[in-house]
């Protein structure tokens, strides 16, 4: 009967995590699945200035929490700023309003707290393990760790959307947003957190590519569920879809950071290695995730660097968690959709 129980009890037990965003319309989607997701406990949302100012991505992050039924979820107003570079933001591909101008109404049932540095370190301290899923610059990440390293004594796994390895970057033929939006802040944590931070970059994260076919798929879905998760999804990515159109010629969306929500929650849905990271601060290269490979410096690796995807496996899981069905029948419709 013990055993039973203690089986019992470790299915039941959820992972506390704090997400520590840049809302950001993958962003969005990003909350939409861990929303969703019965093994973890979201304690809070934490944002910094990246795709849009952190003051406004925190009421996105309401707005998608209000969306998923889960105000109760505190959201926390972290860095304005990157550590030392000028702030650039990303309204160009996610719309001014940073959810693709698709107007969706203030939030007024709650508001944004201030002190993200303080609500990360106060979390770590307090709870047994804490792990933290980063989708923007890690600003908030830097400052905290500044403030107070042994707070993350209790971190039991960093996620970080960021980087690339072998693929080229989108801010610059080596460089991702996050990372080159505040190097500072990255190399920083890369080199000071002392436990490895698993690397969810753009070599994974392209190909998880929303097509008109899911897109099309998720409204039927609306229907037969009584949901509009779709039509909101399709609310706000209309925008990235002409973007990505109009810039890499293609029809579909990237959507980079669910894929650390799901990787965090299966973490054979991708696949890796571990190397020694360092982010570049300065120069042609500022923001480039250099990631040694071949052991050249004989570095301890600070870095699980991942390689692979499965995509498919990917948006079985966003698509069964979204509508509370069943993933094997999900997947079956996928694969014709995806032409797999
Ligand atoms: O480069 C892609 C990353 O930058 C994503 O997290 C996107 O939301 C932006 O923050
Ligand atoms: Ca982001």
């Known amino acids: 009967m013990q055993a039973c129980l203690l089986a019992a009890q470790k299915i039941m037990e959820k992972r506390t995590i704090i997400i520590d965003c840049d809302p950001g319309i993958d962003d969005s989607l990003a909350l939409m699945l861990a929303l969703v997701s019965p093994e973890i406990r979201i304690a809070g949302v934490t944002v910094a200035s990246g795709n849009v100012p952190a003051d406004l991505g925190g009421k ?16 926390y107003q972290g860095a304005m700023v990157p550590l030392k570079r000028e702030y650039i933001s990303a309204q160009d591909t996610h719309g001014m309003d940073g959810l693709g101008e698709s107007g969706i109404s203030e939030v007024t049932e709650a508001s944004v707290h201030l002190g993200a540095v303080d609500f990360i370190l106060d979390t770590l301290k307090k709870e047994e393990k804490v ?46 947003y996050n990372y080159w939006c505040d190097p500072d ?34 409204k039927r879905l609306d229907q037969e569920e009584h949901q509009n998760r779709g039509a909101f999804v399709e609310a706000i990515t209309r925008f990235y879809f002409d973007f990505h159109w109009n810039y890499e010629g293609l029809i579909g969306c990237v ?27 300065g120069g042609i290269s500022i923001g480039q995730s250099v990631v040694d ?30 509508y509370g069905r069943g993933e094997e029948g999900i997947r079956q419709i996928l694969k014709e959709l995806m032409n797999l």
């Open 185 to 218: 802040s990255a190399e920083y944590v890369y080199q000071n957190l002392g436990k490895k931070i698993h690397m969810v970059g753009l070599d994974v994260t392209r190909k998880i590519v929303l097509t008109p076919n899911i897109l099309e798929y998720m």
């Open 131 to 176: 792990s933290i899923i980063a989708l923007g610059p890690l600003t908030n990440l830097a400052l905290a760790l500044k403030k107070d390293p042994l707070a993350f004594q209790n971190l039991e796994m960093l996620v970080s959307m960021g980087g690339c390895f072998k693929s080229y970057g989108n801010c610059s033929p080596v460089a991702e």
């Open 60 to 75: 996105n992050a309401l707005k998608i929490l209000k969306f998923m039924g889960q105000l109760d979820i505190l959201v």
């Open 255 to 281: 959507v980079n950071d669910p894929l650390a929500v799901a990787y965090f929650l299966n973490p054979k849905l991708c696949g890796g290695f571990d190397a020694y990271v360092a982010v570049e601060t």
């Open 293 to 322: 490979s071949m052991d050249f410096w004989k570095k301890k690796p600070n870095a699980h660097v991942l390689t692979w995807a499965d995509s498919l496996g990917f948006w079985s899981m966003f698509l069964s968690r979204l």
